[in-house]
């Protein structure tokens, strides 16, 4: 069983950075494929970024490329969203999640953290 532990949401002033961090517990986060889901006031959940799991590819959502970064590291089996140039509309919760990379749909995920941009 795998579970993903979030870090690093809070309050951040209209461009501002700040870092998410997800931690991979009960498996080696090495085998999964990484992703960070958002969802804003009244709607759905969006993928806004992906890395795989060698860390070779990336994806990022057009609404933050460009201002978003994600990293992997193995070695502490932590994943990490840098947000730099933060604006009002990435208020939100932010989810972990992860899949073997075999695997189409993302079958873990953390228990959500808190994004607040003020403008």
């Known amino acids: 069983q795998v579970q993903l532990e979030e870090s690093g949401g809070g309050m951040v002033q209209a461009g501002g950075s700040l870092t998410l961090s997800c931690t991979t517990l009960?498996?080696?986060?090495?085998?999964?494929?990484m992703g960070w889901f958002r969802r804003a006031p009244g709607q759905g959940r969006e993928l806004i970024s992906a890395?795989?799991?060698?860390?070779?590819?990336?994806f990022y959502a057009p609404s933050v490329d460009g201002r978003f970064t994600i990293s992997r590291d193995t070695d502490t089996d932590t994943v990490r969203l840098q947000i730099i140039s933060a604006k009002p509309e990435d208020t939100a919760v932010y989810y972990c999640a992860a899949k073997p990379h075999t695997a189409y749909a993302y079958e873990w995920w953390g228990q959500g953290t808190q994004v607040t941009v003020s403008s």
């Open positions: 009960g498996r080696p986060s090495m085998s999964l494929d």
């Open positions: 890395i795989s799991w060698g860390g070779l590819s990336t």
